[in-house]
């Protein structure tokens, strides 16, 4: 069973959840200065209509018609009962997902980017700079900005540069300029590459290498594809549907699941049911899966860190693993981020949203039953959450409790075939992380708030 | 705008154009006694089901329950108004497409596969054999064996398996064993590997391949992705979707096209509309659109040739460049073959459909401004349809008409990168067909009907 809505039947606004949490997120910290950040601070890499909606507290924020025409291209996504899926675990379980990997950049990333996209060219900017490591994002960006007649240029880690040519080859489709990062074109790349010329690069220095360039030039600003408000509050659309398509099928989920990276794609289908449920509400679980290779949100500490390795960014107030934390070689690259969005955070020390890790190998197994059984290739990334939606219709069925779940398959996995390839033959592992080197890491976090 | 069905608008029946077609198609004949083929020869390798639709001149074929609940796992497929193209292109004319692309194999190839594993299964067979060039009809039918529990066993050009890995992956990932061919698994392919070890191998070979481990057991069949009677009515979907989907929003196209390779692309959105107009209801212009490197419907001659470059196949009535024609490198492999259906042939002999052959530059300009216009990267078979659209576009803006197109968007991109980088690069280039190597091919086609 799909659920389709009509373009009419679109979310005109975000929601915004700050305006319902009782506990609101702590502000960002000045790197040197240690004082809360203003919007002069950001005002050269962000147009001021996101710095704005970073820190606002209205419930709903209109949503420009122009990007609700460009979101028309893809959106609504289908809201869609994974009936086979169900019948192949014999659960009697309801599971459904919202699929945002029929998007441009076939993740649910273009929702951000064609917002960003345009509050920038409203400004007068003329050029977006960005990094990307598996390239979703990169993507998105291009796609978008080749929607407002805008400049994209992206700072891609060079070992994804080197793996994925054609996750380059599609944003340069999109008309973007795509660099192997570190990059001979900035003083960061040209560091990096001195001490190191053979460098594959980290996200860390592609952000540097970004925000360097965006700095040098009036016109040229920077964008990022999770972790911030305005992020976070951009992908609510995603939810916002999924509201009103149950509402067309007179049901409600009693779980909410999506995968944790940088915390975008879990709070786009989240935050509106968690935000239902802060209102007084139907209440509902909302699970939020992180690998356990990386797990922030399980094991990490609650506190003060830099947003990228190189500690350029402001501090955020966030769940982290310690910003110079390398997890080990994960093919779900999109949750490889060290820490997890201030919203979120802030939602889990709450206890108003739960957090679980899972190995990667019960991942792929998911991934493929779900592959065989919904026809569609999902993303590593999703993988994870379909892993928990496994696990809680089995544990739904043994309570002997009916429940509806509800996740985000946040994107398809066609760039992500040599993962699967390396599952099928044997060649992946899990991971047991070493506590005393957790700890280690985690001592960057500022942990006195 | 998106036009959907609901689930129970799907079509009950696929349309079967021979009912409707004043001259009906010639038989295929014997390799052998050049006598029409009977169900008998064609039963080691085909269900008597399939058999009888490739004879069958009834109008209506009633489509199996279970096909149809497969088939809802990715249809109905959107009919989307190409509004941001128009736009582009400053046209008057509506510009409508079939998105086929959202199929689990990410191409049209899964509404026969489907069907074809179904019969199969239902016959008791155990195991399908099937040979794939590009690989979206090996995808195609690594998924549809899965839904059905038959196992699959696909030989894949080797060029091809060296060239595409991700396609082998994903057809692992739906189950099947993928061959590179020629392989040591059949005597076809021992006796090529004797001649030239590092043999690349051709879509004859691995047909040849296939057959071949067909026919020694009784409980393995064979399949194939185009071509056949049978294989162009089960695409019939995609056309008869677009009619209620037209009916919907009152409208209805004036021109329907498509890419052609062997038929089955073509057929599948066109015959129902073509079927219209020879029951005496409203007349359209249907195109098929050819490569100019694999002209057989443009320069091609019409007779009996066989489907494969061996010749094990029967002889096809067909327009044909001969068998053992060799396309010019192409990277729209889905369209390198060099025969069109007999079904395909007989109208265009009848002048009911036209044809018009493009050079490949054009397809991927048309392709790329497609993209960065609806959001979607097409393979770049369907880039041909698309250069057709602007082409008519453009036609009936200088005729001062408004005209309505309707083309089939038959699958995405994502698997055929490497071809989009040789043309932003600048690699690829268009081919001029000598006219003497053209007359010498086409002489292997027996042209006294």
Redesign the interface.
Known sequence: ??V?LN?DEMPTHYYNIVADMLNKPLPPLHPQTKQPVGPQDLAPLFPMELIKQEVSRDPYIEIPEPVREAYA??RPSPLVRAE?LEKALGTSAKIFYKYEG???S?SHKTNTAIAQAYYNKQEGVKKIVTETGAGQWGTALS?AC?QFGLECEVFMVRGSYDQK??RK??M????ARVHPSPSNLTQTGIAKLSQDPDSLGSLGIAISEAVEVAAQDEKTHYALGSVLNHVLLHQTVIGLEAQKQFEKINSYPDVVIAPLGGGSNFAGIAFPFVGEMLRGGRKIRAIAVEPASCPKLTRGVFGYDFGDSAGFTPLLPMYSLGHDFMPPGLHAGGLRYHGASALCSQLLKDELIEAVALQQLECFRAG?LF??T????PAPEANHAIAQVIREAKAADEAGEQRTILFNLCG?G??D??A??DF?QGKLQDHQLDEEQLKLSAAGVLTEL
Do not use: N, Q, V, W
Not at 172 to 175: A, Y
Not at 374 to 377: D, P, S, T, W, Y
């Open positions: 069973m799909k389709y373009k291209i893809y086979r029929g998007s441009p076939g796609f080749a040519p054609y080859s599609i340069e489709t999109f008309g493929l592959a065989k919904e026809g569609i290739l398809h066609h760039f075939l040599s699967y390839d099928i």
